[in-house]
């Protein structure tokens, strides 16, 4: 029997209309590196999207490339990122941000999320440390959104945090490498022209959301960063053939298809929490409207559905529990779901 | 009109057979990171193409991102890389090689060939010089096949390299971009298992070659970099759905297309070359048998075929002349060289 | 009236003895870069203190230097450094770390001390996690001795620290910047030897310890760094005079001098100690031995001593206290002793 | 016999009056890290030396690392600096500015200098150049005075070269590692206040020039380089004892000692020169105003030469001859000049 697969968002390939939009233009001639007309579309169409005429829209391969490439374009080499401790750049991208010559100066999380008076409490420590001079300046704050946790910032979080950011001047980097089961959450109230309201530059997920792959760097001074199409190419993600992430983000932006692509993830997670909590009375480690769940397993029911389920260890929590994450994803079919709970029992 | 597009080898998409692979496979779920049964499978076909069993097989995007990944993980930091003063790393990646740290140790070109001479001359210009330990040491010689400038080493030529790289314990690297169309050029006789033997490292493009996208690192020692892997994850190289290369990979090594992709950009090329000679009287800058043909024009001539094609200004040669460039593909119809030679009268 | 400063110990310029060895040879002509007379006798004398006849000697110009460069030179590009969050080069180099490419693998500490169980459990979770090609690599452990908070490792501590590095093969680096006055303290138990069998790299500190300035690298086994000399000009720090180096260290490392010259920092240190504690009734923030004296004041007698002594500011405790630092050197005379005293009743 | 030493200018320790002000101040107490009154003194005069009131004054260890911070502090990230193919970071620093980041664009010379012309065709040629956003753009150009080659450029030439610069907006930055050398050449015609007038930053060499150690970096618009300090810590540059540093140039500048000090050096260079070209009839192998002396030896004289006298082998001519360099220094006497045209002889 085939293994199921809730072991993450990035399993399967793209949505059909992603899919189609490269098929019908395949042989088509166009100029390379993104100075296409299928990308200046789909920047046409994301700039409306989150109500930024002015934004500039860069297509990058994914989601390490994307934050190794913004945050050592926005930083000064003295500067670091602030980021929680449980941010995606803080442990799991190998130090490609320190390899860019960038501390990453952690501070403590909850649910995933940093808190504005942390990140106002940070800068002021600095500012008024009698060794600054020495030591490593916040240049930018990094968040996600969901966060590595699965949680989501409000807006009126974001507002705050946005506003502590500006109040330091550094810039706010907001991680959206599944930006769209954000969006598609009941719970969420933060749109795409909140972003570009309050972020100074962002990423729209195509990876995990229903492109073959592919990430859109949206910075909202267009102004503001003249030469990132070179500092691109410095860091090898620059494609000759651009037009292929044009193509995909230009479909993912058509009739609204990115502002729902999450839902079939949204609804499959909440009826899986449902089950989780209520049939086989399991505990959620932390709670997460998105698309990710994490539940606290005793590790014979965890090694039990390791046999017919691939889903992610997370971490050991004590010598007889684990900690595991579940991922449902704009392909999840109801039917897959079903065999998950069937599988369970 | 439309206009006619000569400019480049990556204004397509990919060949019907990529795509249908790509389409065949969407919804498929496989775990990621290039860790699935399509990327294996295509190592596989592409070891048995190289007669090299023993070869770690990388997929990377695309070509400057290779350039920079594999220099950085086989020089030393105290070392440089040898290049010809028209290697593609010299001039044309924004100093990506210089970002990650490295010296490019230029070296004059002849063709856009390095000679094993100069190769040899160079070290041992390093190894005799008493100021020695303060210069950046050479270790590793980078070549493209074909070159920037679209000619071939035989393979006399290239074993003379790779004994002199052997001799001082040099890496030996080729930038294999456009490598389908030396394989289908008639003057070649440098084949795949050639490349394993004399190289110890070399990546095939699929970017220019018939793919969407994607290129494949042969490491012909797969014991030598253990860490391969993370230091693609630390560049930013490494995909999510590193299946989509495999698959693509996995087309292209299958029943020995990409041996014959080139072909139809060869001929042509040949073709263009006979007319652009014999019907229009112009002058070639140099020979090259692949699938470039690099012109000299008088400006008048060059602006007027502008109005109609698009082509590559590659350099003024004095105030009255220019060198361009024409390209073929592996998607050119022989209908577009007629429109194109029409178009030139 | 002049202030009384123990604000640090690198406020003096030489010990007499380094100085008039400085003067006597002046004039003298040697070779540049280390490769003099001078420096061959102090890396003798170093060795045979060490009573490690294999090692490399290294002479750099100060301890981020030394710090930055060592630590470039043992880790792998992909690796990063085990360090207390308490380390220097977690807090106060300026990220000199990062900006050469590594992370800073922060660990908690206790005393500014890190525990072997610490490196261990570390090391452990870095190996047995699912996403470790993800992360980076443990690559290097970063002790002080004395650390930050001037206290000191047993040589218990310091074996049971070496065995866990060895056990995950991982190099073991000791920051001496202080060394001396650990060498000096009646309650230390590790010698010169001990280092240099327990470490696979130290520095002995000649900046704060009597000299005008220098640090000595100490390389276990010469075999194993053959290009550090290299290293050292790529980073700036090879001087071109190396035998001003060299002549301090011969000085330093002449009739035991560099065992004895903390003394007069830990006798004065020691009644400082007792004074701030019986006669002034302050408390210690933490316990330390040597030359550092880290005291809680409220804010107004701290406002009160700082009109009449440069001390350091460390940190806020709470509303209203602080912690302060008070540092002896080799050049501590009795009577700044006395005078210090007196100006704090 | 003892050798005679004319290998190069950094071969003794310091001039008398450096040396005694170190040993005068030796046992003041005073602020680390270049913050104490010394350093703000020597600041002063090198100021009024210049002529220019609004400069920031850095003082630095040694002329590689003075480079690299400063490449490191002009430059973005995507910008290279163009510098002479003998210029001093193109060949001798091991590759410290391409470590950090930085690409050199190296340009043809002509006896060691840039002529403006060049820098000029440089620029034009990038900004004319279609692929421009893919290479390296020129962000500063760097020169040397003297040069390496001992040559110097006039007032003349340096107005034209800082006129191109300023023409295409990049910052002129020059090398003055043996600047003293320059200014006690009576055919030098550039002064300490032209530097500052026509270069954006520039560095008053002191480690070949009469100090221990040490080079101090004029920014002639102190507002420019803010994060300076930073910088410097972060590339291990910073000194804790700064104040050595602003003791030595304080006494360099005090009396005009510095643009007096390389007379001797001059003196010895053109007897020396008149003797080799009269007395033995040897051939210059380029003509150089300072006091390095360039000559072409056949192999046997060269060989005879060696046994008693330390000089630098520079490079091999043809299969009978070499260049060697003879430098003379403040240092050198009427006395040892004799005595090497008797070792000649």
Known sequence: MEKLYFASDYQEGAHPAVLRRLCETNLLKTPGYGLDGFCEAAREKIRAACSCPGAAVHFLCGGTQANAVVIDAFLQPWQGVLAAESGHISSHEAGAIEWGGHKVLTLPQQFGKLRASVICDACE??????????????????????????????????????????????????????????????????????????????????????????????????????????????????????????????????????????LPAIHAAERLRGEFLDRFGWRLAFASPTNQIFVLLDNPTMERVAEKVEFSFWEKNDDSHSIVRFATSWATRPEEVDALIAAIE
């Open 125 to 262: 420590r600095w500012n008024t440390d009698a060794n600054r001079a020495h030591m490593v300046m916040p240049g930018m704050a990094y968040i996600s959104q969901p966060t590595e946790y699965g949680t989501l910032y409000s807006l009126a979080e974001l507002e705050e945090i946005s506003g502590v950011c500006r109040a330091f001047g550094i810039p706010l980097y907001l991680d959206g490498a599944r930006l769209a089961y954000a969006l598609a959450c009941p719970g969420n109230d933060v749109t795409l022209p909140d972003l570009a309201r309050l972020c100074d530059v962002f990423y729209i997920g195509g990876t995990k959301c229903g492109a073959l792959f592919g990430e859109a760097v949206v910075i909202s001074d267009s102004g503001r960063m003249e030469h990132f199409f070179t500092i691109m190419k410095q860091h090898g993600a620059l494609m000759a053939k651009g037009r292929l992430l044009g193509l995909q983000f230009d479909a993912l932006f058509t009739d609204g298809l990115y502002l729902s692509i999450g």
